[in-house]
């Protein structure tokens, strides 16, 4: 079984550009989630999405948003990047919102100039 | 309230030597606590999860005591091998809600 794949891996970007992301779960899951990693806030909850709905968001200005689409695929996107935006976006997947295990991708390594 | 307070920060340990790595929290509403193991390069993978409704879950040589009067959990390490040095996160959630992490130890198991 695949595991949960994120596009791309690694991406350079400039100040006031915008970027998406692309998040494919595991096959069968239909909730998946993002985070914000950084060495100086750790793993910050983005968004949460299920059956095509935002269910949960965290704590973001509204440049960073994200949709999902009817086969569960996620896609997030940051417009006007700053150069705080540098991190590593992490997406995870599960069966549902249950509170049950997320299961990670490797991540997209952001890095704005 | 929403907060993980994880420490230390970093761990270094002899091969077979027991890291104990400490959480805490405030918020009372959490009923699931689980242990992530990030390895450099790949996204967090979960160790072993545990509920409120139990104080201590082993999986393996990773065990989960959870003292809940004091808001604390703990992950120890058995028999600690080189290839478990890793960054280790403790988290929170509660009603299937977002996932609340600690900050991350760093352990390092020598030969």
């Known amino acids: 079984k695949a595991g949960v794949t994120q596009t791309p891996r690694y991406l350079i970007k400039t100040r006031g550009q915008q970027v998406t992301l692309s998040c494919s779960p595991i096959?069968?899951?239909?909730?998946v989630s993002w985070y914000q990693q950084t060495p100086g806030q750790g793993l910050q909850f983005l968004f949460e999405?299920?059956?095509?709905?935002?269910?949960n968001k965290g704590n973001f200005p509204g440049r960073f948003s994200g949709r999902q689409f009817s086969n569960s695929r996620s896609e997030m996107n940051v417009s006007t990047l700053e150069l705080g935006d540098s991190a590593l976006y992490l997406c995870?997947?599960?069966?549902?919102?249950?509170?049950?295990?997320?299961?990670f991708g490797e991540g997209s390594r952001l890095t704005v100039l | 309230q929403q907060q993980v307070k994880q420490s230390p920060q970093s761990l270094i340990v002899q091969k077979g030597g027991i890291p104990i790595i400490n959480c805490a929290y405030e918020?009372?509403?959490?009923?699931?606590f689980p242990w992530y193991q990030q390895f450099p390069g790949k996204g967090p993978a979960l160790l072993i999860a545990?509920?409120?409704?139990?104080s201590e879950k082993k999986e393996g040589r990773f065990t989960i005591s959870f003292n809940k009067s004091a808001k604390q959990f703990s992950l120890h390490i058995m028999d600690s091998q080189p290839g478990d040095s890793a960054t280790y996160f403790c988290?929170?959630?509660?009603?299937?809600?977002?996932?609340?992490f600690g900050q991350g130890t760093e352990l390092s198991v020598k030969p």
């Open positions: 995870a997947s599960s069966l549902d919102p249950s509170g049950g295990e997320l299961f």
């Open positions: 096959s069968g899951h239909r909730s």
């Open positions: 999405y299920f059956s095509e709905t935002q269910r």
């Open positions: 918020n009372t509403a959490f009923d699931y």
């Open positions: 545990i509920r409120p409704d139990v």
């Open positions: 988290a929170a959630s509660k009603e299937g809600g977002k996932l609340i």
